[in-house]
């Protein structure tokens, strides 16, 4: 079964730091482009960064103002998303997801792992 | 406010139909990125329901169906059915900001 599975999230201060992690199942997972996605509470899904398949290229979110790093494993299957600095707009659930090959769909979703800034 | 436009909120009768529109600009939709849509029922992950503008993945039902003209796409729901319920989200590449955006949502109701 294709899964993508998060963790890391949890409650922290403003101006703090975290790193969520994604393991990845069920795929080649070194075949695939990766993102962060997260969403805040009662609103729509926000990108938040892109990883291409070799870690070659990364793409972020301009709102984010160079305070987050996405990173991945392939030998470990996984993806990283290193937070600093945050802020309470960064407060949300945050998914892992798959890139669909050929387009920039997201065709796997992970179910998701809660960042709670706290001011 | 969210780079690509979609209505808040549709609703339809049982066994109707409903079209959810998604606006964009001359940086993403109008440019020839692809759409995406998304099906999300609260408290799971968004799903994807299209992608590459008219594409369905295997196991989505062909009651769902997508278009893509100019700076905009709709996305289309016949027959509906009570597990229809759900928000639907359009995504797309946007070259001024160099990454993905999603529109605000639309809530489906069946009614």
């Known amino acids: 079964e294709v899964q993508l599975v998060e963790s890391g999230g949890g409650l922290i201060q403003s101006g703090g730091s975290l790193r969520l992690s994604c393991v990845a199942s069920g795929f080649t997972f070194s075949n695939y482009a990766m993102n962060w996605v997260r969403q805040a509470p009662g609103r729509g899904p926000e990108w938040v960064s892109y990883?291409?398949?070799?870690?070659?290229?990364?793409h972020y979110a301009g709102s984010l103002g160079g305070r987050f790093t996405i990173s991945r494993d392939n030998a470990k299957n996984s993806l990283y998303l290193q937070m600093n600095n945050v802020r309470d707009d960064d407060t949300g659930l945050y998914y892992c997801?798959?890139?669909?090959?050929?387009?920039?769909?997201?065709?796997?979703w992970g179910r998701g792992t809660m960042v709670t800034v706290s001011s | 406010q969210s780079v690509l436009t979609q209505p808040p909120s549709v609703s339809g009768a049982p066994g109707q139909g409903v079209t959810i529109s998604c606006t964009g600009g001359r940086s993403n939709i109008g440019a020839d990125y692809d759409v995406h849509w998304y099906q999300q029922v609260p408290g799971d992950a968004p799903k994807l329901l299209i992608y590459?503008?008219?594409n369905r993945p295997s196991g989505v039902s062909d009651r769902f169906s997508a278009s893509k003209s100019g700076t905009s796409a709709s996305l289309a729901i016949t027959g509906l059915l009570p597990e229809d319920e759900a928000d639907y989200y359009c995504?797309?590449?946007?070259?001024?900001?160099?990454?993905?955006?999603f529109g605000g949502g639309t809530k489906l109701t069946v009614l």
């Open positions: 997801v798959r890139e669909t090959i050929g387009t920039n769909g997201y065709d796997v």
């Open positions: 990883i291409g398949s070799g870690s070659l290229a990364s």
């Open positions: 590459g503008n008219t």
């Open positions: 995504q797309s590449f946007d070259s001024n900001l160099s990454g993905s955006v």
